[in-house]
């Protein structure tokens, strides 16, 4: 019996529409905010917003690295890079508008099928290196290139996301000093810290990222933090069987610990496995970017912010309609809502045959014995890890929505830590909910 009294309703506020965006279901969520699915009323064409709350910002001592972002993605106009259309602030929030890009990430790709075919695997990483290659000419370097960062559009064509970590020029000794980027993907100058090229070190993520492609794993995987870092100082890394000899030499030579030694970008270029169907993108580059606007977005001028409007909802979870499960299932293919996924993903989706305040009890109580905190606000949860990973702690968004007054689907979303730790988790949490997870043939 749920604790809630029908007569005494609260209700809140919900941002539903910034400027001329209206706001959709949340795409993701990480320790900035989150990302909106979005549509322009104006044109009916989707973009994706990213939403940052300025008093985190500050707090967190982040606004240099906001503004190095927006003048990053300014510069980077590729075909082959996530566009930002424009950059908006409201008296609490900074609104990045980006490219909405439907095929999801790359990772996805790999957590689903495995390893790639080698064609397919080499056109992937010849839009990645053409991109990569553009953003080092710029004076640009992602420094967090993985595959969770790698978009696939509706052609299937790679988009790289997300310069939170970029870098724009290099220090007056020619390299860069802050450690940064991720564990399994990070180049071994950087672990010693003692300065870095970001343009090599950027490659060697590259070849992590083609290794990957077409071994279905990582080369470089350990759960203690120390052993991991000292393969990849190493290069401790074995190719499988079936990677070709052409494509293993090259990957050798990218994953040269020795950053001296390693293969640049033009030799790649030049390198005969790599040109194999090899398409350079051809585009019109923009010149003269401006980007001295960017102080406004922490201004509270009433001349200078974004208007939002709010609905009011009232204490109850968001239904979803036909249109809605169409859109949060793959393509047309409703059974990811209703089975358990497998593979390292950073969001996962179940079916309860429960009401959906039983289902918020039944989830806090299945996460606390597995080391978990737990927050609740109305249908939405926060579970916080107690225990440091590779990329800190493990963070899970949930939010629960009705299909029936009996029946909802939950959706976990992966907010911090690392994504094969989501995927570990994600087996104990169903495990433990077992018995409740509907499925089609279960009897309601």
Same mark, same amino acid.
């Given at each position: 019996?749920?604790?809630?009294k029908?007569?005494?309703?609260? &209700? ?17 969520? +990480? ?5 909106h ?14 939403? $940052? ?8 001592? !982040? ?7 927006? #003048?990053? !993605? ?23 508008v ?57 052609e +299937?064509?790679l988009?790289? #996301? ?22 399994n993907?990070?180049a %071994? ?12 070190? =950027?490659?060697?993520?590259?070849g ?14 350990? %759960? ?7 393969k990849?100082?190493?290069? =401790? $890394? ?16 990218i ?7 390693r293969?640049?970008? %033009? ?6 496995? $790599? ?5 350079p993108?051809? &585009? /019109?580059?923009?010149?003269?970017? @401006?980007? *001295?606007?960017? @102080? ?6 009433? @001349? ?7 609905e ?18 793959e ?6 809502? &209703? ?8 969001? /996962?989706?179940?079916?309860l ?6 289902? /918020?009890?039944? !989830?806090e109580? #299945?996460?606390? %014995? ?7 606000h ?18 899970? *968004?949930?939010?629960? &929505?009705?299909? *029936?007054? *009996?029946?909802?689907?939950?959706? /976990?979303?992966?907010?911090?830590? @690392? ?5 570990? $988790? ?19």
């Amino acid at each position: 019996m749920s604790s809630r009294k029908s007569s005494c309703r609260s &209700f809140q506020d919900r941002v539903n529409r910034v400027g001329k965006y209206e706001f959709g279901r949340v795409l993701g969520e +990480g320790s900035f905010g989150k990302v909106h699915l979005a549509r322009d009323v104006e044109t009916g064409e989707k973009r994706a917003i990213k939403v $940052f709350h300025k008093d985190r910002v500050v707090k967190d001592k !982040m606004t240099e690295q906001i503004k190095r972002e927006i #003048s990053t !993605m300014k510069l980077v106009r590729h075909p082959n890079v996530v566009h930002l259309f424009e950059v908006m602030a409201s008296k609490t929030k900074i609104y990045f508008v980006l490219e909405y890009v439907k095929g999801g990430e790359l990772f996805n790709k790999i957590a689903n099928q495995g390893k790639l075919r080698e064609e397919e695997a080499r056109k992937y990483f010849q839009q990645l290196i053409n991109a990569v290659h553009y953003c080092h000419r710029k004076g640009v370097y992602h420094r967090d290139l993985k595959l969770e960062n790698l978009l696939l559009d509706e052609e +299937g064509n790679l988009k790289i #996301s997300d310069f939170g970590l970029s870098a724009l020029s290099q220090q007056e000794d020619g390299l860069l000093h802050t450690t940064c980027g991720t564990p399994n993907y990070v180049a %071994p100058e950087v672990i010693v810290d003692k300065g870095y090229d970001g343009a090599k070190t =950027d490659l060697w993520s590259c070849g992590v990222v083609l290794f990957v492609l077409m071994a279905g794993y990582l080369p470089f995987d350990e %759960p203690n933090l120390m052993n991991l870092y000292n393969k990849i100082y190493k290069a =401790d $890394f074995t190719c499988p069987d079936w990677f070709s000899s052409a494509a293993r030499r090259l990957i050798i030579k990218i994953l040269e610990p020795n950053p001296n030694n390693r293969v640049t970008i %033009p030799h790649i270029l030049e390198c005969s496995w $790599f040109k194999k169907g090899y398409k350079p993108v051809n &585009f /019109m580059e923009l010149k003269n970017v @401006d980007s *001295s606007d960017m @102080d406004m977005l922490f201004s509270i001028s009433s @001349d200078l912010i974004v208007r939002e409007q709010k609905e009011t909802l009232y204490n109850k979870p968001l239904v979803l309609n036909a249109f809605d499960i169409i859109s949060l299932s793959e393509g047309l293919n409703l059974s990811g809502l &209703f089975e358990k996924e497998k593979g390292g993903r950073r969001e /996962m989706r179940f079916t309860l045959r429960y009401s959906a305040s039983e289902i /918020m009890d039944k !989830m806090e109580e #299945s996460a606390k %014995p597995l080391g978990f905190s737990v927050k609740r606000h109305d249908y939405k949860m926060r579970l916080e890890g107690s225990e440091m990973g590779h990329s800190g702690h493990l963070s899970i *968004s949930t939010e629960v &929505f009705e299909v *029936s007054p *009996s029946l909802s689907v939950v959706e /976990m979303k992966k907010a911090g830590g @690392d994504t094969h730790e989501f995927d570990k $988790f994600y087996e104990n949490y169903s495990a433990a909910l077992n018995g409740v997870v509907w499925t089609p043939e279960t009897k309601l």
